[in-house]
């Protein structure tokens, strides 16, 4: 037994993104991405699950772009109820549906690849079903993520951190099905909860492989008493900081990409295990589409666009006459095109189980799909969006025989759900879920709009009688600094709109209102039908009523649009109750203005 200091590991940046995207590919009901190349050592991904996977998506994407830089085959995949892959999350009844899925996951690799050795990288739960696979395949190294380290325990953390987020998402660990889990709008069924408790503790991992090496977390008792475990096993250890992943896993938008973690990865995987190139092994996986059969629907997954950057998924359904209008489902913040909860994924199949086609994409800097060449950080509410959404209507125009379209988006999706039905007039329908504003001035911070929201004064007022709120003023924990700050900023804003009759153009509240009132007034020219949904107390519902009146009154003027206000909802959709409810608005929405057959 030998422990080895990341210090030892040295050499030049390696880590460079070879600038190729990843195929979709489906095998056994999975869905995931193959990053093709000629190296003899292949690198499968485990996916840790939920919110920290929705964090993960871009980070684990430009991990497999690199790896397949440096030569390195690569696979990334979706467990079963998660992500693209079949299978309803409250559904699964196989205890033993993740570990299948692995062991497949790894053979399927080593078949594309043809691969002489395997490496497993792991993070969070993905960590602990790294460690089962390398026990029931070969393994030469494992890379752990800042892994869970036993089942009972890491769901015990979710539960707590749910906990602890239930003001703002509206869910408790038990609000999933019986005897499952629900966290920030992920579901597991009993059945994937029992196989998690069952995963053997990460420390009782034996020496089966060559290597290993252990992102620990600053300050994680855990991690130093597992990397203590894993050495008297008489595995080989190595170690780096994962100084970042705090940052990392906080937020799909706010969070950070762990380029220094992930340099080590890279440079240890490099060292470590050479890869022999040269050899005539295979690079693509023969197929331009990858597909699924699932439960009332068919589904594509595909790249298209431009140098084919953009990332789709098409869903039908299984039977009955091929329809010729289609739902384009949008990106909401950062979240990938799985969506919040894996709500886009479950809206699609939904969908297609009523008789309506869809088709979900990764926007331009968001999960599977780079950036445009020059485009930058951050991309919600940008105006690019609108070539993603032209670009999504070419392909199903060409490729899917789609003559007409309906957008929707949640959130930052909402609005070039709004714009692009404006400009493209291939646009029948648009639905608006919790759009934050109908008209953003090019000189905004969206996203210090986004985390420092301008709050009603009412808010002021139910907190000045809340002690709760007065308790942390006592202890510190919020400045009345901030709140004068915040309450100015709201009086500010109250004023400029009372004066704003009197500033015509001038004043920015006349100018936004015009700019929203012409949109809308174009939309009624074309009797396109408009959905606006809002979760109650949404901030969007309050921009809506800056201009149309506290009572919506001044929407009358435009009879296709139709508000719908969704009780006990938070701005994410996490309840499963609430999505129902929404989803059930949405077809409706669809039955009454559009024919599943046309």
């Not at 690199?66 to 009844?93: K, M, N, Q, V």
């Not at 499952?180 to 089966?208: C, D, H, K, W, Y």
């Not at 007409?404 to 909402?414: E, K, P």
């Not at 804003?493 to 153009?505: C, H, S, Y």
Request: aromatic content about 8%; hydrophobic content about 40%; glycine content about 8%.
């Amino acid at each position: 037994m030998r422990r080895v200091a990341s210090g030892e590991m040295h050499g030049p940046e390696v880590f460079a993104s070879s600038g190729e995207s990843a195929q979709p590919i489906c095998f056994d009901g999975l869905a995931g991405m193959y990053h093709a190349a000629h190296g003899d050592t292949a690198v499968l991904l485990l996916s840790p699950w939920g919110f920290e996977e929705l964090c993960s998506r871009m980070t684990y994407r430009l991990l497999g772009e690199r790896f397949a830089a440096l030569g390195y085959p690569c696979l990334r995949f979706d467990l079963p109820g998660t992500g693209h892959s079949t299978l309803a999350s409250a559904e699964i009844s196989d205890e033993n549906s993740w570990r299948t899925a692995v062991c497949k996951a790894y053979d399927h690799l080593c078949t594309l690849s043809q691969a002489q050795r395997v490496i497993v990288v792991g993070q969070g739960l993905g960590g602990l079903l790294a460690a089962h696979l390398a026990q029931q395949r070969p393994v030469a190294g494992l890379v752990f993520l800042a892994p869970a380290t036993q089942g009972r325990g890491h769901l015990r953390e979710i539960a707590a951190w749910t906990a602890m987020t239930k003001g703002e998402f509206k869910v408790s660990s038990t609000d999933g099905p019986p005897g499952g889990f629900m966290s920030a709008g992920f579901v597991l069924s009993a059945a994937t909860v029992n196989e998690i408790r069952q995963l053997q503790p990460l420390g009782s991992l034996p020496a089966v492989v060559q290597r290993v090496l252990l992102a620990t977390r600053p300050d994680n008792a855990a991690d130093a008493r597992l990397l203590e475990e894993l050495s008297a096993n008489g595995l080989v250890v190595e170690t780096t900081v994962f100084a970042d992943h705090a940052d990392y896993v906080s937020s799909p938008i706010f969070g950070s990409i762990p380029t220094d973690t992930l340099d080590k990865v890279a440079n240890w995987v490099t060292q470590r295990f050479p890869v022999l190139t040269g050899r005539q092994a295979p690079v693509t996986v023969g197929q331009a589409v990858a597909h699924l059969d699932g439960d009332g629907y068919d589904e594509n997954f595909f790249r298209f666009g431009p140098s084919d950057m953009f990332f789709g998924a098409f869903t039908r359904p299984t039977s009955g006459q091929k329809t010729k209008t289609a739902v384009l489902i949008l990106n909401a913040g950062a979240d990938h095109s799985v969506g919040w909860g894996r709500y886009s994924v479950d809206l699609a199949r939904d969908l297609a189980r009523q008789g309506f086609s869809s088709m979900r994409i990764d926007q331009a800097g968001i999960g599977e799909t780079p950036l445009w060449p020059g485009q930058q950080q951050p991309v919600m509410y940008s105006l690019r969006a609108n070539d993603d959404v032209a670009c999504a209507i070419g392909w199903m125009e060409a490729e899917a025989g789609i003559e007409q379209v309906v957008l929707l988006g949640r959130c930052s999706g909402g609005y070039p759900a709004f714009l692009s039905a404006v400009s493209d007039r291939r646009v029948v329908a648009s639905v608006m879920i919790n759009v934050r504003k109908l008209h953003w001035e090019p000189d905004e911070d969206i996203l210090k709009a986004i985390r420092d929201p301008v709050e009603p004064v009412d808010t002021y007022r139910q907190n000045l009688r809340s002690a709760r709120q007065f308790k942390r003023i006592i202890n510190g924990e919020l400045k009345v600094s901030t709140v004068l700050r915040k309450l100015s900023r709201t009086l500010v804003e109250i004023a400029a709109k009372k004066l704003a009759p009197l500033f015509g153009n001038r004043s920015r509240h006349t100018r936004i209102s015009r700019i929203v009132r012409a949109r809308l007034q174009s939309l009624t020219a074309r009797h396109v039908p408009v959905a606006l949904i809002y979760s109650e107390g949404d901030p969007g519902l309050r921009d809506l009523q800056e201009w149309a009146g506290r009572d919506l009154a001044k929407l009358a003027a435009y009879p296709n649009v139709a508000v719908h206000v969704i009780g006990g909802a938070d701005h994410n959709l996490s309840p499963v109750s609430v999505r129902s409810d929404v989803t059930n608005v949405i077809a409706q929405f669809l039955r009454g203005k559009l024919s599943p057959s046309n």
